[in-house]
């Protein structure tokens, strides 16, 4: 039925970059917005940014700007530009669609930044 697939993750130095992508496929119903969360071992799921299909976006106030999420609605595509990772950044990251009547999550991508 409904999928979303997250790619990108990896292993990066401190200071490095990643891209994370995820792209949906399936029937959905009133998409409100896209986003990634991320859940780091031991710590509750977070919200890293999300988007809306308009195109404002929100942001993890901790994450001083060096991340960007972007959009293609007509691809039910959300990406995450990370730049500037920290070892702190370490964490599984799970690609998210806000739907007018529930959540749908994809299946995570591991993050590492080594020291």
């Known amino acids: 039925q409904v999928q979303l697939v997250e790619s990108g993750g990896g292993l990066v130095q401190a200071g490095g970059s990643l891209r994370l992508s995820c792209a949906a496929s399936?029937?959905?119903?009133?998409?409100?917005?896209m986003g990634w969360y991320r859940q780091a071992p031991g710590k509750q799921r977070e919200l890293v940014a999300a988007?809306?299909?308009?195109?404002?976006?929100n942001y993890a106030d901790s994450l001083e700007g060096r991340f960007t999420i972007s959009r293609d609605n007509g691809k039910n595509t959300v990406y995450l530009q990370m730049n500037s990772l920290k070892p702190e950044d370490t964490a599984v990251y799970y690609c998210?669609?806000?739907?007018?009547?529930?959540?749908?999550w994809g299946q995570g991508t591991q993050v590492t930044v080594s020291s």
């Open positions: 998210n669609i806000k739907g007018g009547l529930r959540d749908y």
């Open positions: 399936g029937r959905f119903f009133g998409i409100r917005a």
């Open positions: 988007i809306t299909t308009g195109g404002s976006p």
